[in-house]
């Protein structure tokens, strides 16, 4: 039976705005010591599927600088501690695209990468957005909104053509909530 580690010892390493690194000794079920251990803590975040009465995906074009290339993606940011995700998630979709939405429910909770990070990610599908708020980017970001039609964006799904790993599975989920896709 799969059994949790014991932790010996935690120490941060490293600590600068919003990444903070630790090592930990752990013991294994087995007796077994791994040392060090290192966690990556990084802040949950949300992403959101805004979606149109229209059928039209609202999605933001922008630079990802650890990748090098320009991404299109859900919008979305970082929780603020101790923030509900859903509030986060309608903050973030006004923030980002000026969309607002009282149609917003979670598809799901994720750990994304578990071996290494200690975050989890939400993901919402927000129907019937409207755009009805001015824009309000963070001081970095430059954001550019791009609007798909529901063909438009199966076609870029199927084609896999969306480079952002941790929101494909959203976008999956969406399209199979809204009818757009069907399960087997």
């Known amino acids: 039976m799969i059994q949790k580690w014991e932790i010996l010892s935690s120490e941060i390493v490293f600590q600068k705005k919003w990444l903070?690194?630790?090592?930990?000794?752990?013991?294994?079920?087995?007796?077994?010591?791994?040392?060090?251990?290192?966690?990556?803590?990084?802040?949950?975040?949300?992403?959101?599927?805004?979606?149109?009465?229209?059928?039209?995906?609202?999605?933001?074009?922008?630079?990802?600088?650890?990748?090098?290339?320009?991404?299109?993606?859900?919008?979305?940011?970082?929780?603020?501690?101790?923030?509900?995700?859903?509030?986060?998630?309608?903050?973030?979709?006004?923030?980002?695209?000026?969309?607002?939405?009282?149609?917003i429910e979670c598809l799901f909770t994720i750990s994304p990468n578990p071996p290494l990070e200690n975050n989890q990610a939400w993901f919402f599908l927000a129907k019937n957005a409207v755009q009805n708020r001015e824009i309000a980017l963070d001081q970095f970001e430059d954001i550019e909104l791009i609007k798909y039609s529901k063909s438009e964006f199966m076609q870029r799904l199927l084609n896999n053509e969306f480079t952002h790993g941790t929101q494909l599975g959203a976008k999956f989920a969406a399209a199979i909530k809204l009818g757009w896709l069907v399960a087997p």
């Open 20 to 103: 903070t690194i630790k090592e930990e000794a752990c013991k294994l079920p087995d007796g077994q010591i791994i040392d060090p251990y290192i966690i990556v803590e990084v802040p949950n975040f949300c992403n959101v599927f805004l979606v149109t009465a229209a059928d039209e995906v609202i999605m933001v074009k922008q630079y990802r600088h650890a990748a090098g290339i320009i991404s299109i993606e859900m919008p979305g940011g970082m929780i603020d501690k101790g923030e509900d995700p859903m509030v986060a998630a309608a903050r973030e979709m006004q923030e980002e695209t000026g969309y607002t939405s009282d149609q």
